[in-house]
Nanobody
Framework: QVRLVESGGGSVQSGGSLTLSCAAS????????MGWFRQAPGMQREGVAE???????HYADPVQDRFTISQDNARNTLYLQMNSLKPEDTAMYYC????????????????????WGKGTQVTVSS
């Protein structure tokens, strides 16, 4: 089983930036992809950004053009650069390892078989 550890969360003002990191330990099979999800209080956990099996980045509509996901060549570390943060970006952010998807669209939800980190809190004040 792969262990995922997130870091880099914090509190910023609206318009600010943060970078999240996720360190993965263990072997990641080629049919598995890493991504970021977030969950605000009382809301369903939802996809934010994910790298697909071809190394292409996919973004949820609310974060398109503001967030950038990247991954090191060994696929051991995943990053999420978040710019122009808004109060509605406030949530617990989770790193996930799940079976690669065939398609994403602008909105997606976790697969039941996903592995998770413990999360890192991002708070954006207005």
């Amino acid at each position: 089983q792969v262990r995922l550890v997130e870091s880099g969360g914090g509190s910023v003002q609206s318009g600010g930036s943060l970078t999240l990191s996720c360190a993965a330990s263990g072997n990641i099979g080629r049919s598995y992809c890493m991504g970021w999800f977030r969950q605000a209080p009382g809301m369903q956990r939802e996809g934010v950004a994910e790298m697909d099996s071809d190394g292409r980045a996919h973004y949820a509509d609310p974060v398109q053009d503001r967030f950038t996901i990247s991954q090191d060549n060994a696929r051991n570390t995943l990053y999420l650069q978040m710019n122009s943060l808004k109060p509605e970006d406030t949530a617990m952010y989770y790193c996930a390892l799940e079976r690669c998807r065939a398609r994403y669209g602008g909105k997606w939800y976790p697969l039941l078989s996903a592995d998770w980190g413990k999360g890192t809190q991002v708070t954006v004040s207005s």
